[in-house]
């Protein structure tokens, strides 16, 4: 077999979601996953760690549109439309085609408790990425906080939304009205936590 494979990442991927899916993730082998790729074991370890980390093979990218797209936004954007600019970037890499896998992927997550202790690291990843760019852009790290935990919130239920739903759209759209509802939430609140001091 050639050293070289086109696209060994994404056929990984697509071998790992389909095996654990058949067999479950704790009865499936990297050797397996590599064989049913049609690679070897050592393509699947020159790439990844074990084979856990095939399924958060996106995290980096992500973080890395997130922290873009902070930087991205015009000028004088006010901070909730730089945070909704990051967002958006968010949503690039999941295009249509990508759905089917999100929703078999939410499925194997939901089965293995080690799985589902890295997706909370991949989220607080992201989480802290986008908290560094909006605390440089912003010189606040507080606001920075709050609307970053805001974001990542909202592209999440945004995300567990779209692999549900029949609807075709894309997912920033169902990402942006998550956004504008906890703005809302968060207008409302302000206006109910905070009172004049006595």
């Known amino acids: 077999m050639a050293r070289w494979e086109p696209d060994a990442r994404g056929r990984l991927l697509h071998a790992a979601v389909e095996l654990f899916s058949a067999r479950g993730y704790d009865a499936t082998t990297a050797a397996q996953i590599a064989e049913h790729a049609g690679l070897t074991r050592t393509t699947l370890f020159r790439h990844f760690a074990d084979k856990r980390e095939i399924l958060f093979q996106g995290q980096?990218?992500?973080?890395?549109?997130a922290t873009e797209g902070v930087e991205s936004a015009p000028a004088d954007s006010p901070p909730f439309d730089v945070l909704r600019v990051a967002v958006t970037?968010?949503?690039t890499i999941?295009?249509?085609d990508r759905r089917e896998t999100g929703r078999r992927l939410d499925t194997i997550l939901a089965s293995s408790p080690e799985l589902q202790e890295r997706a909370v690291f991949k989220r607080s990843a992201i989480t802290d990425a986008l908290h560094r760019a909006l605390s440089a852009r912003l010189q606040d790290a507080r606001q920075a906080g709050v609307l970053a935990d805001v974001g990542v919130r909202a592209y999440y239920d945004g995300f567990a939304s779209w692999i549900t739903s029949t609807d075709d759209g894309p997912l920033a759209e169902v990402v942006d009205h998550e956004l504008d509802s906890y703005?809302?939430?968060?207008?409302?609140?302000?206006?109910?936590?905070?009172?004049?001091?006595?």
């Open 183 to 198: 703005r809302s939430v968060l207008s409302r609140m302000t206006v109910g936590l905070i009172a004049p001091r006595r």
């Open 94 to 96: 999941h295009t249509a």
């Open 89 to 91: 970037a968010l949503c």
């Open 60 to 65: 980096d990218e992500l973080i890395a549109s």
